[in-house]
């Protein structure tokens, strides 16, 4: 079946340093593929998303790329701030689901 | 622009009492979903429903139930608390779009005693 696999964390950076979040994913066919942040005390939205191959979505200086050949969708940040400390997650959904498929999350905390 | 509304945020029941949480979206989607976020387990899917007056059962239905009242309102109804049941619930609704993302309330936090 479909599913999502992310790096556990906590992961823990000093301002500006470069942030890599990994996700892989199982699934046949093309799913969709979503970044989402939650901040303390609030619901997840999402911060981008790409619906195909070598597509890339990014959002608020956040990059990822959806590469088919390594089932993966890791997210990228050069340069991160205190700001973007909060839990993200990777999720997919396929186009023959009804529902997402959400990764465990990866909380980040960004010392100043 | 309210997006997905839910209430109450905070609530404490003791074991055995019952209650409903209430979500509504203005976003006019056709699907909404109930979720529960435990520490160190993600979210899991409780119920959802496709459309007004279709419900499905999720991950962890057991102990809950639903109701889809009309297109923007989905409740979840817990009749007997128990404490496996202190989580923070999320509701979310989408579109029908192929590939479209979830629209997330902001939480209630839920603690049985």
């Known amino acids: 079946g479909n599913s999502v696999t992310q790096m556990e964390g906590p992961v823990t950076l000093s301002e500006e340093a470069f942030l890599t979040i990994n996700c892989t994913y199982t699934a046949t066919g093309y799913p969709s593929l979503f970044w989402y942040v939650q901040y303390p005390g609030e619901g997840l939205q999402l911060l981008l998303k790409a619906t195909k191959a070598d597509d890339k979505g990014s959002n608020k200086g956040f990059e990822a790329t959806y590469r088919k050949e390594t089932t993966s969708f890791h997210l990228e940040k050069g340069s991160v701030q205190v700001s973007d400390s909060a839990v993200y997650f990777c999720?997919?959904?396929?186009?023959?689901?009804?529902?997402?498929?959400f990764g465990s999350g990866t909380r980040l905390s960004i010392r100043p | 622009n309210a997006g997905v509304t839910q209430t109450p945020k905070f609530q404490v029941l003791k074991t055995g009492q019952s209650m409903t949480l209430q979500c509504a979206q203005d976003?006019?989607?056709?699907?909404m979903y109930w979720y529960r976020q435990d520490p160190g387990m993600g979210l899991r899917l409780i119920y959802y429903?496709?459309?007004?007056?279709?419900?499905d059962k999720g991950e962890v239905p057991n102990g809950y139930n639903v109701s889809r009242l009309n297109k923007r309102e989905f409740s979840l109804r817990l009749e007997s608390a128990a404490p496996s049941q202190t989580s923070v619930y999320f509701c979310?609704?989408?579109?029908?779009?192929?590939?479209?993302?979830?629209?997330f309330g902001n939480g209630t936090r839920l603690t049985v005693t």
């Open positions: 429903s496709a459309s007004e007056g279709t419900t």
């Open positions: 999720a997919l959904i396929h186009s023959s689901a009804s529902k997402i498929i």
């Open positions: 976003m006019n989607h056709n699907s």
């Open positions: 979310a609704s989408s579109d029908d779009q192929a590939g479209s993302p979830l629209h």
